[in-house]
Every structure is written in C-alpha cells, then in structure tokens.
C-alpha cells in the first residue's frame, strides 16, 4: 500500500477503505464534491432504474447519527500527514447549511479529537503535554460549534481510550461543555481487542459510560490487525459491553471502515448472531450506515455494485431497521447516495429516517 493511502486509511473516520478524506469528516467538500450526483440530478438510468424498492421521493433522515466538524489545527496537522485537501476545517454552520440542503433536523456531531492522539502513525504522534492539550482543544472546538445551534447539533467528544487520562477527558467534555456521548476510532486508536489486559482495561472504561449514562460510538474496525474479524468484534461484545447493563454503542460504518468488502459482511452478520434485536444485549445496540453505500465512486470506494447491494439488504433486514441510524460521515450527498442503492423497503427506509436519536442518547 502506498504511504499516503495507508495514512489515510488510519487516519479517517472511514478509515478504512475510503482513503484519505472520506471519513476524516469530512472530507473536504470541495474535494470531494465533484464525485457525487447532485440530489436533483440523481440518475434512474441506473441497474435500479424501476425499482420498486426505491421511492421516487426518499423522505430525507430526521437524523444524521454520524457528522463531524474540524478545527483549522487538527485539518492543517492532518493535512501535512497525508497532503493537502485530504481534510478540511468545517464548522458548525456549514454542518447545519449541509443538513438544510438535505432536510435533516439534527446530527450527532462527533468530534475528531482522537487525530491529535493517534497510535496507528507513529510519525504522527505528539509529545505527551502537547497531545493532551490538542485533544481537549479539538473537543472544546466541537462542544463550541455545537453551542452555537443547541437544536441541531449534539455534540460527541472523542478520545484514544488507552490513554491513562482518556477517562478524565471524557468527564471534563461532559461536566464543562455537556457534551452527550464519546466517539471511540479503534483503528487510529490501534485498540487491541484480543489481549486481557486491553480487554480489562476497556471494561473498566466503558463501565464508566455506563455509570454516566454516555452512549458510545465506536468505529471497532481495526484495520492495523490484518485478519481482524467478526471473533474480536465478539470478544468486544461480550466481554465489554455486555457487562454493563446500561451501556448503548452504536457501530458505525455497520462495523466496517467505509464500503461494503466481505469481512465486514461477516462483522455485520455476526453482530446480529451474536445480538439479536430481541436480546438484552441487541436492544442497546445500533449501526449506522455511514459511508457504506454509494451510488457514485468516493474515494478508493466504488459505487455498490448489485451483488453488495442484496448482500446489504439481506444484512440490514436481519439487523433490523428498529435499530439501524442512518449517518452521512458528513460526505457531501449522501442521502442522495444511500437513496440510490437503498436496498430495503419504503417502509424500512420510513423506520430508518423517523430515527431522532432520543432512545440512543438515553432519552
Ligand atoms: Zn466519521
């Protein structure tokens, strides 16, 4: 893999598969703009054109459960790693402009405090004064933005959750700034899922969630593990979230890293065996289904060919739409992407959208 798409891939919040912007936040908009279809000038003339699946009028989402702003600091660090453009500064008003556009109410806008704390580049890493004081910078950037429009934007603070202090950030964001959940990355974060003492160590941190009541969102797909799979996601599961009675996570990017390949199938497939929507544990969880679909090329993700599509309904429907967010990764048009390759009914995608986040965020 060349460099700069390795730096990418660690780094984003699509980390994963998309490259460099994508699930940064996103993404640069004038980046990435050009890539996707306007909403109006969304193509039938497509493999789905006729569908009885997809309404001609796709009742936008009341709620984008995975949005991001970026501060100039962490976009300009971010883009001497990985080249410029690869993120950009984005603010609160143009999140609320973006979700005007696209008729969505409110988002829950995580912030991307873990970049200034990242284990997956070394090269990256900042001396440990510094590191701390850009993370709780980059947090009280997101907790500002998010002031400014109360009604709109909910905000998540983040943090690597192997460092010592990662517990008192997150008391810090949420007793000063009121901030309502925590983002977790497991791959910037380089999370070991299969060691006692990570396991141990995350239980604790994660039953301090669950004491204050945070929900968590959690991009659990590790990528710096070449065979991680659907046993650590289990392991996750069982022995950190399972624990705590009161914990609810949501898994985004569906337990993926941006796209559709098939050990994220597998993932999927094995959170719904592992928690099904009826079972203690199911009914405190959720994904969302940012940067998974895609009627256009983003990024190094190609469009949702036919076969990922059936894969992904097949997927979503044993999932359950009763607990499936739907999440833009604030990609410019990603309604207008998910609409084209929306692979279950109207009356899902209805339960999809109506989601407002209340039962997430604990009411
Ligand atoms: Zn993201």
Redesign the pocket.
């Known amino acids: 893999m060349r460099r700069r798409d390795f730096l990418g891939r660690a780094l984003g919040?699509?980390a994963g598969l998309v490259g460099a912007a994508g699930?940064?936040?996103?993404a640069a908009a004038g980046s990435t703009a050009g890539l996707a279809p306007s909403r109006r000038s969304l193509s039938r003339a497509t493999p789905l054109d006729g569908d009885p699946g997809v309404a001609a009028q796709f009742p936008p989402p009341r709620l984008d459960a995975?949005a991001?702003v970026n501060s100039v600091n962490t976009a300009e660090r971010v883009n001497r790693l990985t080249g410029a453009g690869t993120l950009e500064p984005l603010a609160g008003a143009d999140l609320v402009e973006r979700m005007g556009a696209d008729g969505i109410e409110r988002a829950l806008v995580?912030s991307t405090a873990y970049l200034s704390a990242m284990d997956a580049v070394e090269e990256a890493r900042l001396p440990e004064a510094e590191e701390r004081a850009a993370v709780e910078l980059e947090n009280d950037f997101c907790a500002a933005e998010c002031a400014r429009f109360p009604e709109r934007l909910i905000p998540f603070c983040s943090v690597n959750p192997k460092r010592p202090w990662a517990r008192e950030e997150v008391d810090r964001c949420v007793d000063l700034h009121g901030m309502r959940g925590v983002k977790f990355h497991f791959w910037n974060s380089v999370v070991d899922l299969r060691g006692r003492q990570s396991l141990d160590a995350l239980a604790v941190l994660f039953g301090h969630l669950a004491d204050r009541g945070l929900p968590a969102v959690i991009?659990v797909f590790n990528g710096s593990v070449s065979d991680f799979g659907p046993d650590d996601v289990e392991r996750f599961l069982v022995e950190v979230v399972r624990p705590h009675p009161g914990l609810r996570v949501s898994f985004?990017h569906a337990g993926g890293a941006g796209g559709l390949h098939p050990r994220i199938a597998q993932i999927f497939r094995r959170l719904t065996e592992v928690a099904p929507l009826d079972s203690d544990l199911g009914r405190r969880l959720w994904i969302d289904i940012?940067?998974v679909m895609f009627t256009s090329r983003f990024k190094t993700i190609p469009p949702t060919a036919e076969a990922s599509r059936a894969l992904m309904g097949e997927l979503l429907s044993a999932w359950g739409a009763e607990r499936t967010l739907w999440g833009s990764?604030?990609i410019p048009d990603y309604v207008s992407q998910t609409e084209g390759v929306w692979p279950l009914s109207d009356a899902e995608w209805a339960i999809v959208a109506a989601h407002d986040g209340a039962r997430f965020l604990g009411g």
């Open positions: 919040a699509t699930g940064l936040s996103g995975h991001h995580l991009h985004a940012s940067a990764d604030t």
